[in-house]
Each structure stands twice: as structure tokens, then as C-alpha cells.
């Protein structure tokens, strides 16, 4: 393992890949290995003893290809593993709800947050547990927008649709008052313009995959682990069932194109 | 095993819930043994030998408790699994999409028959496979919704964001003047009225929940398994995560009040 090692991302299916557009663009010169658990998907309703089975699982196959540093880019398995994970390897482990949280503290002036979510995420009640760490004098909204990853999934990203369905979620957010809103769920940047539209110029929008990759940077020039490649790096990505599926739907979202995804037995990694 | 066994129905989570109903109200002394896969849904876009590993566990399971036949209350694993499970067992097994394929074929005047469903049993082209062999001449247009499942499960049931998007999936089933229009998801019978309200009064909507209790009915009297009992059944559900949110979503749906549901480590059926 050296500077010239990958990252390896990992989630429970495609929302991960907005982290790894955000970690494109921020840090151009990282080779990646995205792992998405695509046959165990979705994580949101799963125990946190299942979640840490598989994120487990998912470390030890990005161990053999001697990752350098690890991102968690999913909500679920950060709030539900990576406390414990980390005690467990010697790499940097990171994940995407503090990144998004000390942002959020930062940037409200008025105290009330909003955070945005799947069902698994708010219930959990992570956001405001981080939050309330960072500044225990926040006051934190959470609400479940169970329909917002099928929109993107559908590819309904700009659509008068995702707009009244964006409105009624976000609607009781709004008369509480929220400054801040946090898309806590790796879906949610890619209905960002809509919620634009929804809240007004009047509220910050949080988007942990952003915070996250300036998390990972700021982390690897610390450890002294950042990349001096010059050459284009070839990153490569791994699901446990539909890779042509995955596949597709990578390419609508980030900045290069997939050539090849390949499926992985994930569960022999024990 | 006798006729005094209970009937076991399975699905990826509470879809199959309308299929019980159907089995309540035209069999009301069949006892019914419900298991839902909740911790592994959505099946829909999962792979052919996933979904059949997933069956195979659910059917042990649902052998166990001595059942004396077995319905497969769901799409996706009717299309991937039924044939392979079907051999492999010795007491009666159904799926949801022959009942609804044949009565389709019976039921339309013009040949163009509308299918939709969840994108995983549209991509299998299964209705296509059974219609054809039951009239080649038929035509089938397949059209995958996969919102309409999100929505029934947020409840948004009789709505206009539903309508809407009811609206724009199925408009393209009418320009291909079908007059036949297959149900073909356990979730949308719940949003017939919806449905009906966009399509009009010129298409026949089948809903293959109703006709798979139909061919239960037939099987049992066939092979003499038909209950005697004259006591109220008492049904038993089960499901491999969240029995309450489960049980509060059953008690919407069906005509009973289910008083308990239970937890069940799936995996271990092996």
C-alpha cells in the first residue's frame, strides 16, 4: 500500500456514485474502486449487526486490492458501521454523515436544520445525534422522502412530477423554519436543482458527497497518501448482482465513462 | 399434511397482501401462513438465481409449518423461480402469473394486451412467454412502473401526484389501443380505482390477485384439499424484518385485523 494505491468507495448500490463524482472532480489524479452492493440493497431497512456483517464483508474485498484509504458513501453503513469498522483496519476509514453534519453546524445562523433522508437514516436518528454533538443548542427536522430514490432511479430528475412530490415532502421543513437543509441520503444531490426551485435562494443546501471528498483530500495530504500520478487513472467498479444495470446508470451520472463493471461473490469475503 | 393444513403464501414483502385477500374472501376457511421477505425487497430488481436461492429458503420455511400448498404472491418470483421450485417439491405451488395471462388472453377482443409491472418482470418477458403460449397471435406491450410500488407504500393511494404519474406510464399502453390491461404487480390493485380513472371504461383491467384465488380454489378441489373447518382460521404472518410496520401496513389492506406478526431469521432456511 502507497500513495499509488486506490480508494475504495463503497455502498449498498448506485447512490455511492455521486461521492465518487464528487471525488472525481476534487481529486482527479485518485484511481477508484467502487464496490455497490447491489443484491442486498436497500440497507435502510436492515439491523446495524447486518449492516456491519456486510460493510465488513465489502472492507475485506477492498483490503485485496490494497486499498489506501476507504469511503463510506452510504448513509445506512456510516451511521449503522463505521464507528466500529475503524477500530478494525489501519487505513483511513471515512463516512458521509459527519463530513455533511460539521458543515451544517457551521453554516446555519438561525439554529434549525433540515435533513432529508431515507426512512433507515431518519429513524436512526444519526443526524441529530452528530449534530447534537458538534452544537447541542441545534434544533434538527428530520423528514423520510421515501419516493425521492425511485424518481432518480426513474431518471425523473427535472420533471414537474419530482417538483410536487419535492414540495410536499420538504413543505413541513419550511414552516419550521430551516436555514440549512441537509441531503442526507447520496440520491438526493442529483434532485439538487429541484429542490433549489422548492426551498428559494433563502436556505443553504448541504450536500455531504461534496463535504465528504473534501474530507477524503483533506485527509490524504495529512497522511501524506495523496496520488502524484500524472496519467488518467483507470478506476474500476464491482457489484454483487447487475452489472450492466449499474453500469448504465454510472454513465448518466459521472464524469467518465464505464467500460466494464464485474460481479463480485461478496459473501465468501468472511 | 391434510386439508386441514394451512396454505402458504409468500412475497418479497407486503404486495402479496391484495393476493391474500382474494384468498380470504373466496376461500374463508383456508388458515393462512403469510411470509414476507421484507429484509430483502425489493425483488424486482434483483437476479434470476437470487430470487430463486430467496424462494427456495421461503418455501422450507413455509414447509415447516406443514402447509398443503404454496402461493407465490409475487411478480418477480413467479417469473424467475416458479419452474425451477415447482419441480423440486411435491405439494401444490401457484404463481400470480399464469391465472392472469390466461384470463387476459380470454378476455380480450382486438388481441392487444397492456402489462404492467415492476421493471425486473417486464425485463423478464414473462407475460409475453405465457401469452403467447396460450394465443400466439396475441400482442403484449409491457411497461415497467417502477414508482407506483413506493406510492402505494407511502400511501399516496388516492392522490393527484398518483394520477399523474399513473397518467404518463400508461400512456403509451393506449396508443397501442390495448383493451386488455394486466394488473401484472401485487401493489397496483390498490391503485385500480386510479387507474381506471386514466385508462377509462374501454379497457378491461385484469387483476391477477383475484384470479390466482381462483385457480387455488380449483387446485384444492381438485387434488380434495379443501378445508372443512367450520371455526374462523386463525392466520399467521411472518416476515424476515419490521413485523409492526408490517402489521400496521396489513391491517389497511386486509379484511381481517392481524394481531401479531413475527420475526424470521430467513437465511437459515438453507
Redesign the interface.
Known amino acids: 500500500m502507497s500513495n499509488k494505491s486506490a480508494i475504495g468507495v463503497f455502498d449498498s448500490g448506485i447512490g455511492g456514485l455521486t461521492v465518487t463524482k464528487e471525488i472525481m472532480n476534487q481529486l482527479p489524479k485518485e484511481q477508484i474502486i467502487y464496490f455497490g452492493d447491489?443484491?442486498?440493497?436497500p440497507y435502510g431497512?436492515?439491523?446495524k449487526a447486518?449492516i456491519t456483517m456486510y460493510s465488513r464483508q465489502i472492507i475485506r474485498f477492498l483490503l485485496t486490492k490494497d486499498v489506501k484509504a476507504i469511503v463510506i458513501a452510504c448513509n445506512t453503513a456510516s451511521a449503522h458501521a463505521l464507528e466500529t469498522v475503524r477500530k478494525e483496519i489501519e487505513i483511513p476509514i471515512i463516512g458521509v454523515i459527519n463530513p455533511g453534519a460539521k458543515v451544517a453546524a457551521e453554516t446555519t445562523r438561525n439554529g434549525n436544520i433540515g435533513v432529508i433522508a431515507t426512512e433507515g437514516t431518519i429513524r436512526s436518528g444519526i443526524y441529530n445525534e452528530f449534530l447534537g454533538e458538534i452544537r447541542p443548542d441545534l434544533r434538527v427536522f428530520g423528514k423520510a422522502c421515501?419516493?425521492f430514490?425511485?424518481?432518480v432511479?426513474?431518471g425523473w430528475i427535472d420533471d414537474?412530477?419530482t417538483k410536487?412530490?419535492v414540495s410536499?415532502y420538504i413543505q413541513e421543513l419550511l414552516y419550521k423554519d430551516i436555514d440549512t437543509l441537509i441531503l442526507g441520503c447520496t440520491h438526493y444531490p442529483l434532485l439538487r436543482k429541484v429542490i433549489r426551485e422548492v426551498v428559494g435562494d433563502g436556505i443553504e443546501l448541504v450536500n455531504p458527497a461534496y463535504e465528504t471528498a473534501r474530507t477524503l483530500k483533506h485527509v490524504l495530504e495529512e497522511q501524506k497518501l495523496l496520488s502524484e500520478e500524472t496519467t488518467t487513472p483507470e478506476h474500476t467498479f464491482f457489484v454483487s448482482?447487475?452489472a450492466e444495470?449499474f453500469r448504465n446508470f454510472a454513465n448518466t451520472i459521472l464524469p467518465c465513462e464505464i467500460i466494464e463493471t464485474k460481479d463480485v461473490n461478496i459473501k465468501t469475503f468472511e
Do not use: F, M, N
Open positions: 447491489t443484491a442486498r440493497l431497512s436492515k439491523s447486518t421515501p419516493l430514490v425511485p424518481l432511479e426513474e414537474p412530477i410536487e412530490v410536499r448482482d447487475g444495470k
